[in-house]
């Protein structure tokens, strides 16, 4: 984290999520996402704020594609309030533009900002594998890194304040299992079963940092 500061009424700083593998992050199978959580607390353990908090049933907080299949969480540089959420992953879209998670339905990506691996030109990257999204024209997205802006409402008096950031990585997302719900078979309803005994696990903690900001 850097940049931490007050400004008036509020704290900011800044979380850089790095990716250290020479892929992707994360890589492969669309169904896997790597996001933010960022916490906010005062002196006495009180939550300010939160964004991206793991969910026991495998959802992430705040995400709108985990809410309605037929949304997604955008791309973010700059994180106000606790719905925000910043998401590393690839959306699939159908012929229709709509987000799906069936691999015979997609036929493009409607976001794709899944951390990029050091060398990796956004510029001058070919249509497979290309920055789809807001990330695209994102400054502070670039090869090896992605820094996200948080601005906090944090009354002057509040302090001092923990700031903590946390990645995780999650290989199925919420949404790849819930839409297996509407095949009435012996498979999907296996999986969606499968899912629901470990969601509760299947957020995986890559990296966390704190810092303090009186």
Do not use: C
Request: charged share 20%; hydrophobic share 35%; proline share 5%.
């Amino acid at each position: 984290m850097t940049n931490t500061r007050r400004v008036g009424a509020r704290i900011e700083f800044a979380v850089t999520a790095t990716n250290k593998a020479g892929h992707k992050l994360p890589t492969a199978y669309p169904a896997r996402r790597v996001w933010l959580h960022v916490t906010v607390k005062d002196s006495r353990g009180t939550v300010l704020f939160e964004s991206g908090a793991p969910r026991p049933d495998g959802s992430i907080t705040g995400n709108d594609n985990d809410s309605d299949g037929l949304t997604f969480e955008p791309h973010y540089t700059r994180i106000t309030s606790a719905d925000q959420v910043q998401i590393y992953e690839s959306i699939m879209g159908d012929f229709a533009g709509r987000p799906t998670t069936g691999l015979l339905f997609g036929t493009h990506y409607l976001k794709d900002n899944r951390l990029l691996p050091k060398g990796f030109d956004k510029s001058t990257a070919s249509d497979d594998v290309k920055v789809i999204g807001a990330a695209a024209t994102d400054a502070d997205f670039n090869a090896g890194s992605d820094t996200v802006t948080y601005s906090v409402a944090a009354p002057n008096g509040s302090g001092p304040l923990n700031v903590t950031a946390e990645l995780y990585y999650e290989a199925i997302g919420f949404r790849w299992a819930q839409n297996l719900r509407a095949y009435d078979a012996p498979e999907p309803k296996r999986f969606v079963g499968y899912f629901e005994q470990a969601a509760n696990q299947s957020a995986k903690l890559l990296a966390r940092a704190e810092a303090a900001i009186r």
